[in-house]
């Protein structure tokens, strides 16, 4: 009877390299750890109702709301066939506290001089300019009118969400002011107020989605029709319903209840990111679990605090509330979110325009007053 004797230095060659692919792809344990904390920390922010992920979010439309967008875009079709002069000066200012009423002046004054030099145009040419795009106009103001305003978007993309409208609102409210202006020096009150009151619900009708640069322009359009609001307002004639109508609008609109919003459709939108750059990483490790648990709570922070502020009984305290930057800024030196300041400064601006309300109030008791 023969007896082989092992080669145990072969045998354990063979070993090490049937073993070898298993214990590359078996994840660490620190890998599980960072894991299992993401997956808890996630879990424990969706029982307390912070959204996650971006399906918590929705932001279609229903079919009126699409058909009102329709009309509104249809205006961009011919507004650049006649290059416009430019935007006019709305604050002219003329003294102590005091501005120019720009449409009882001979010439307009623009805000910036054109791209030909000219820095006054005459009326004759702001009408050209205006009647070009008139009967876009006049549909656009009957959509606006007529009901609440959104855009039909697709959540899904998160960070990459496509945002065409904002130029088209930027563009469209201040196409409505100019022939407002022009209304006015003409002397054709109603359609003053018509264009007045489409390019005010422009603003306060507009529920705008939780993205930072959305509630900017609407911000930023909210000072343009201020400053169109205050000119409109220089002139008597103004029944008190139209007055009580644009006080309700003023009174209405919500222009900081949504921005914790803001912060939560962010964390969604960057952790859809990192998951994504965890995928097409050939070796993902520890620390790429980690900056995604970081990404949740910094958010959920950000949005507490966001929620605190627009809870604030007052303006002054609102302002005072600590609103950290919204930007993360990982150990991995990897930029995660965006470096713009909190949109409190637009929002401050936003308020003042609310004023509006109590300016159209004191108009109305100056009419009662004259008319006793």
Not at 253 to 272: H, T, V, Y
Not at 317 to 341: L, M
């Amino acid at each position: 009877m023969r007896i082989r004797l092992i080669n145990w230095h072969w045998f354990a060659v063979t070993i090490a390299f049937a073993s070898a692919p298993v214990h590359a792809d078996a994840p660490s344990s620190g890998i599980v750890a960072a894991q299992n904390a993401l997956a808890q920390t996630r879990r424990e922010l969706q029982q307390e109702g912070f959204k996650t992920d971006l399906t918590n979010f929705d932001f279609s439309t229903s079919p009126e709301l699409q058909a009102r967008e329709v009309v509104l875009i249809s205006t961009l079709t011919n507004r650049l066939v006649i290059p416009f002069p430019g935007q006019p000066n709305l604050m002219e200012p003329t003294g102590n506290n005091q501005a120019v009423v720009a449409w009882e002046q001979a010439t307009l004054r623009l805000q910036s001089p054109s791209p030909w030099g000219v820095r006054d145009l005459t009326w004759e040419n702001f009408r050209q300019a205006i009647n070009q795009r008139e009967p876009q106009l006049d549909a656009a103001c009957a959509a606006i009118l007529s009901g609440p305003i959104q855009f039909d978007l697709d959540a899904s993309a998160g960070n990459y969400m496509l945002l065409p409208h904002l130029a088209l609102l930027k563009d469209l409210t201040q196409t409505l002011i100019d022939p407002a202006l022009l209304s006015l020096h003409d002397g054709n009150r109603g359609a003053a107020w018509t264009n007045l009151m489409a390019a005010t619900r422009l603003v306060t009708a507009w529920n705008p989605e939780p993205v930072e640069i959305s509630h900017v322009v609407r911000f930023d359009n909210a000072g343009l029709v201020f400053n169109a609001t205050w000119q409109v307002l220089q002139t008597n004639g103004w029944t008190d319903d139209q007055l009580a109508r644009l006080q309700h609008e003023w009174e209405a609109a919500n222009f900081l209840g949504s921005l914790p919003e803001i912060q939560a459709f962010k964390r969604a939108s960057d952790i859809k990111q990192i998951e994504q750059d965890v995928l097409a990483s050939p070796k993902p490790d520890a620390g790429m679990y980690e900056t995604e648990r970081q990404v949740l709570l910094f958010y959920r922070d950000r949005e507490i605090e966001f929620r605190n502020a627009v809870q604030a009984p007052t303006w002054m305290q609102c302002a005072r509330c600590p609103v950290s930057p919204t930007t993360f800024y990982s150990h991995r030196s990897i930029i995660i979110g965006d470096d713009s300041k909190p949109p409190w400064p637009c929002a401050e601006y936003a308020c003042d325009c609310r004023n509006m309300a109590t300016v159209c109030w004191d108009w109305r008791l100056k009419r009662k007053r004259n008319a006793g």
